[in-house]
């Protein structure tokens, strides 16, 4: 079978269904084929009736003796129940909404159902069981051995034959899958068994590696991943496939790098002087962190082919200054530096910083977002600003995306700042990188620094950030306090609501998040692309906020000044209300998880945050990062949704630790990487993704595909292997 076959080709794939897969990302065979299992059910013992006992996962295997469909009307529901009967004893089989199991378990057929025992006063019962009908069921009644000797001689006892041939779904060890609504793991196993046998894979990986590791045969790991016969088989073909996409994530890093090294750059000299003399300017004292980072980034200035350096520091760190540094030398040297951010409020803040701390010195700084442009301290039209980023007047340029259209040129760019780097896509970083428009440096490439306030654990940034020199800011500033966070219960909301009352009432201002909201489900039939989704989160959480704004200023806090902000305002509206609450014209600010990238506001020393079960520990950082930015005590307050305190004993992780890095340790073990780091964001498949955890598994895989370009840099040897890199490479990217 081709595997690049499209999905709707396949015989029970119709108009109703497709667009439901295509959501989960299925639109081919080896899609399908590659969508994994994220777990399994073990039905591989199959127990008499007469022994099964409540809370147990089974399997059972009998008659249906007797099935009704019972309507409950009031609740527009239905039941639909049947009595499955075996040689040791009966069970009933209740399944809910699903009237037409009625029609396909007829009284008479053989059926093996798999599920979990429930009780209540009614007695025991399988509650919703998935089910197949048996073709081959045959329980065998045996002569009474020694081992049943106090059984009465009239008992038969059940001996089970081998597994039914034809049971996929509740027997033996049963895959179950990613789904959507509509999409089952039931629907997905009918897809994807008939397809194994008919489907060869060529295996891309080498032969010798495959032997060191003991890794299965392609063939028989996907094989063996969708219907494993054990756990450990399972294991197996997972660590083989996990390999698989780490080695050639590896494999793209590194090729990526050597790529790098080659290509030139300007070198930027490094002046000490002029460094230290900026630096003991600074209305604050560099800590020891942020002195290393910045050396590190001068060193690499100065290296004839482009710096590629990802600036790690936890919230408040002060990673901004270092960059900043590493600009004031770059303008000092005549050439010119692009500050880029993900959102036009940010934009501005590292504007008004940028600005403030380079008042003395003789450097033209300008800002170009979607709705103005400024020079120094004053606002110009667009068309101007461009005009002097292209005649080289300007020295560093900050903006958003819309420094990144066509007709924005630059004389002499040798530095790309990226702040946030993880939001911008691939695309539109390679149009700065290429230093497209105006007049060229005989061709060279602008040295790239990234930069993020997400610590990443160390070994998902080796995979993530393979390509990327790193440097780590751990230390916070000297005056700032630790912030004070608690979790707060439904129980505990009058408490919260008087302490913020009286946190304003010093003077002080508020952060309150609203959490993400999901859209409603699109209707079946409706595939909704990708921007469409996105607009429909952004009007749900405008939503969210705006009915906690109406909360808050009309029933809680009457007496105060309520702003709201969301991602449906207008930026100019945006930039107004931060501006305002910034100055103090606002004592609470509403808003969506906007507020969590950068945003400075010194007087802030309250984070309320709206069930923040939602959120991830390394977001929930982030937010509280907003607040303690100046010497006044501040405090970060966990509203929880619920009093489950097993849902909560997460979000106790935060109260008792305040290191953004060992939080993103704890993170990545309690989501798993993928949610980590979010849906699809590194472009590493899903399964690599989840293997992230796996520190001796990356070793392995960075440590061969070293050993294999050092021998073979252009894989010559390796032609599958060579051709498997290219697709990869086009599939992926880092971001």
């Given amino acids: 079978m081709n595997i690049f076959l499209p999905i709707e080709k396949l015989k029970n794939v119709g108009p109703k269904n497709l667009p439901r897969l295509n959501k989960l990302g299925i639109k081919t065979v080896k899609d399908l084929l590659w969508h994994f299992p994220v777990r399994y059910e073990d039905y591989t013992k199959t127990a008499p009736i007469a022994e099964i006992e409540a809370g147990q996962k089974i399997n059972i295997r009998g008659e249906v003796v007797k099935i009704t469909v019972r309507r409950i009307f009031p609740r527009r529901m239905s039941v639909t129940t049947a009595i499955v009967q075996d040689q040791s004893g009966a069970v009933k089989a209740v399944w809910f909404n699903q009237p037409y199991i009625a029609d396909q378990l007829t009284e008479g057929t053989f059926v093996s159902l798999a599920g979990k025992i429930h009780i209540d006063k009614h007695g025991t019962y399988l509650s919703n069981p998935t089910y197949e009908k048996i073709f081959s069921f045959n329980p065998v009644p045996t ?100 390999f698989d996409d780490l080695f050639l994530f590896q494999l793209k890093a590194l090729t990526e790098r050597r790529k790098l090294n080659q290509l030139k750059s300007v070198p930027v000299a490094f002046d000490q002087k002029a460094a230290q003399d900026f630096v003991a300017g600074l209305p604050f004292e560099l800590t020891h962190d942020q002195k290393v980072a910045a050396w590190e980034i001068l060193k690499d200035l100065q290296k004839s082919y482009p710096m590629n350096r990802l600036l790690e520091g936890d919230v408040g760190s002060g990673k901004t200054v270092v960059a900043l540094l590493a600009a004031v030398q770059t303008a000092q040297s005549g050439y010119q530096t692009v500050f880029l951010a993900p959102t036009e409020v940010l934009a501005r803040q590292h504007f008004k910083t940028i600005t403030d701390l380079t008042r003395n010195k003789d450097i033209n700084i300008g800002l170009l977002t979607g709705s103005s442009a400024c020079m120094n301290d004053q606002e110009i039209k667009k068309g101007l600003l461009k005009n002097k980023s292209a005649d080289g007047t300007l020295d560093i340029i900050i903006g958003t995306h819309a420094v990144i259209q066509k007709d924005v040129a630059f004389k002499n760019l040798a530095l790309v700042v990226i702040d946030e780097q993880h939001r911008f896509g691939i695309n539109q970083r390679a149009a700065l990188i290429k230093n497209q428009g105006g007049e060229k440096i005989n061709s060279l490439i602008p040295h790239l620094l990234s930069m993020t306030a997400t610590p990443i654990p160390r070994t998902l940034a080796l995979t993530i950030y393979g390509d990327l020199d790193i440097s780590i800011i751990k230390e916070k500033p000297k005056n700032r306090k630790k912030i004070i966070t608690s979790v707060t219960t439904p129980s505990k909301i009058k408490w919260a609501y008087d302490f913020i009352r009286e946190e304003v009432a010093k003077g002080r201002q508020v952060f309150v998040i609203c959490p993400r909201i999901e859209p409603d489900e699109p209707k079946i039939g409706v595939f909704l692309k990708t921007r469409q989704l996105k607009m429909n989160m952004a009007w749900a959480d405008a939503k969210a906020v705006e009915e906690e704004y109406k909360k808050l200023s009309k029933e809680i806090f009457p007496d105060l000044k ?174």
């Fill in 143 to 242: 002569d009474t051995t020694a081992d049943d000797s106090d059984l009465p001689d009239e008992t038969p006892v059940i001996r089970y034959e081998e597994e039914p041939a034809n049971l996929i779904h509740t027997g033996g060890f049963v895959p179950v899958y990613p789904e959507t609504e509509g999409i089952t793991s039931k629907y997905l196993r009918f897809l994807i068994k008939p397809l194994l046998p008919n489907c060869r894979f060529t295996d891309h990986l080498p032969e010798a590696i495959s032997k060191k590791y003991g890794f299965r045969e392609l063939n028989a790991a996907v094989n063996s991943i969708h219907f494993p016969k054990n756990e450990n088989e399972a294991q197996n073909a997972k660590e083989r496939l996990a």
């Fill in 562 to 735: 309520v702003a709201m902000l969301h991602g449906k305002m207008k930026p100019k509206d945006k930039n107004r209300i931060m501006e305002d609450f910034k100055n103090g014209v606002f004592n609470i600010l509403v808003s969506t998880s906007v507020i969590e990238v950068g945003v400075d506001v010194p007087n802030a020393t309250v984070m309320a945050i709206e069930s923040a079960e939602r959120f991830g520990l390394a977001q929930l950082h982030q937010f509280r990062g907003r607040v303690g930015r100046d010497e006044y005590q501040s405090y970060c307050l966990l509203f929880s949704s619920t009093a489950d305190k097993k849902i909560n004993k997460r979000l106790e992780a935060l109260v008792e630790c305040d290191d953004g890095f060992v939080l993103a340790e704890k993170d990545m073990a309690i989501r798993g990487p993928g949610e980590f780091f979010g849906v699809k964001q590194s472009g590493l498949p899903d399964l690599g993704m989840a293997s992230l955890a796996n520190v001796d598994l990356i070793k392995k895989a960075r440590f061969e595909a070293r050993l294999l370009l050092k021998e073979d840099p252009g894989l010559k040897k390796y032609p599958l292997l060579s051709k498997k890199l290219e697709s990869f490479q086009r599939l992926t990217h880092f971001e």
